[in-house]
């Protein structure tokens, strides 16, 4: 299986912020990647698909970069709402494979 | 508006079978576009993928190999939903499971999610 890792585990951020989460791939995946939001109790919820091709219904300030191995996820001004844990997902390769996630918490 | 429902019991035994359900409203468990996912969410082991059913003029599965052997997913046509079946579990399966629907490997789709603790 393709290994996914994500950094940092854990964020601290303000309001306002512009915040950066970054996920490797233990080899190419192309473009082949995704990110989900998961608030606690709740599914994860599809933010950004093929690396940067935003889900319909999701915020502008949501943006994804990359290819290969290395992969961005930005929020260019984080708001209230966005405090969550976020996952990338390759489908490059079955199994599909996700990353440990990314805590974005208040600071 | 597809909607996933989830169902089964959140207290299984060792070594005995976890079983869950998820109907599906909104679309068909037959859809030739779409597949029908597992996953499952702990602390140790982050969100993993287990397996999937989809249609495309015949039935197929596919598991992840960390569960295969021990794992079934099928479809029922007649009540619109599939199911889980997860053998010999221990404590390690205790985990958050989700339903999923998939359109090209992206979900797009997840049930509410069922807590089964794995325990005497």
């Known amino acids: 299986d393709i290994q996914m890792t994500q950094s940092p585990s854990t964020l601290s951020a303000s309001v306002g912020d512009r915040v950066t989460i970054t996920c490797r791939a233990s080899?190419?995946?192309?473009?082949?990647l995704a990110w989900y939001q998961q608030k606690p109790g709740k599914a994860p919820n599809l933010l950004i698909y093929?690396?940067?091709s935003l889900e319909s219904g999701v915020p502008s300030r949501f943006s994804g970069s990359g290819s290969g191995t290395e992969f961005t996820l930005t929020i260019s001004s984080l708001q209230p709402d966005d405090f969550a844990t976020y996952y990338c997902q390759q489908y490059n390769s079955y199994s599909w494979t996700f990353g440990q996630g990314t805590n974005v918490e208040i600071k | 508006q597809v909607q996933l429902q989830q169902s089964g019991p959140g207290l299984v035994k060792p070594s005995q079978t976890l079983s869950l359900t998820c109907a599906i409203s909104?679309?068909?468990?037959?859809?030739?576009?779409?597949?029908w996912n597992w996953i499952r969410q702990s602390p140790s082991r982050g969100l993993e993928w287990l397996g999937r059913t989809y249609y495309r003029s015949n039935w197929y599965s596919d598991y992840a190999v960390s569960v295969k052997g021990r794992i079934t997913i099928n479809a029922d046509t007649s009540k619109n939903q599939f199911s889980l079946q997860l053998n010999s579990v221990t404590p390690e399966d205790t985990a958050v499971y989700y339903c999923a629907r998939d359109h090209d490997s992206l979900f797009q789709h997840w049930g509410q999610g069922t807590l089964v603790t794995v325990s005497p």
């Open positions: 080899q190419s995946i192309s473009s082949w």
């Open positions: 093929k690396a940067s």
């Open positions: 909104g679309d068909s468990v037959s859809n030739n576009i779409a597949a």
